[in-house]
């Protein structure tokens, strides 16, 4: 069968969107690093515009949902993640937001160079005893902690099409130990502009941030990490499903 003149057209449009963002990546990148290097704080500026020129240039539009601007500080944010678009959507949503990534990112130069400009901290989930003494050292970083939200993504990957991955612990044991709130985040939509594995053949269209009512953590100790995060997980997926 032949693909109709609609097929097509997309088709067409997300080879032509997976151009703009490689050039988008290949220029931006090292701009966010000399960026922050002149001036502090200029980096991730430099980021958010080159986010929303890129996703204009490619018909990506961000809906963002809930929580009021003057809301987000000092929160622990768990989304969900369906594709690479959820890093941008979120960065978009809240442009102060600090990621915790898997350490493996930072194997990429340019990339981890980028990452540590706008104050993003590596985690080895592939290493338990590692990932806890990373955890600690970030517990204790009371500039880190105080410094704005601190996103995580807690099925530590990218989920396969139409699934989700079981929700890891780390994001609640951060919010329990430093007394943050927990903001579970429903990230919808991404995956069909933007598959896993994808290749940077994105398509045009509207990716939907919400964000759900926070979570006091005050009170709580480590034992309560496990129920917290099921019930976040919980709330986050059904969120995910709201509009599927």
């Known amino acids: 069968m032949h693909p109709s003149g609609s097929e097509l057209r997309t088709a067409l449009r997300a080879q032509y969107n997976r151009i703009i963002v490689s050039i988008g990546l290949l220029v931006l990148l090292p701009v966010v690093v000399i960026g922050e290097k002149v001036r502090a704080g200029s980096g991730r500026s430099l980021l958010r515009w080159g986010v929303s020129i890129v996703a204009t240039m490619c018909g990506i ?8 601007a003057e809301d987000r500080r000092e929160a622990v944010l768990v989304p969900n993640h369906s594709s690479l678009l959820d890093i941008p959507a979120l960065f978009w949503a809240d442009p102060d937001v600090r990621f915790v990534a898997t350490a493996g ?45 601190v996103a995580m993504f807690a099925e530590g990957g990218i989920a396969p099409a139409g699934q989700r991955l079981p929700f890891k612990t780390g994001a609640f044991s951060l919010a329990i130990r430093t007394g943050c709130p927990v903001v579970p985040v429903a990230i919808r939509g991404s995956d069909r502009l933007l598959p896993p594995k994808g290749r940077l053949l994105v398509r045009s269209g509207v990716v939907i941030v919400e964000f759900l009512d926070s979570i006091v953590t005050t009170g709580l100790t480590l034992e309560d990490r496990h129920p917290l995060r099921d019930h976040v997980c919980e709330l986050v997926c059904e969120a995910v499903l709201a509009e599927a």
């Open 61 to 68: 539009r961000f809906d963002i949902r809930g929580r009021p």
């Open 105 to 149: 990112l930072f194997r990429i130069p340019v990339l981890a160079a980028a990452m540590r400009a706008v104050g993003t901290v590596p985690i080895d989930r592939h290493d338990h005893e590692r990932a806890q003494d990373q955890l600690d050292e970030l517990v204790g970083r009371r500039d880190f902690v105080a410094g704005g939200d």
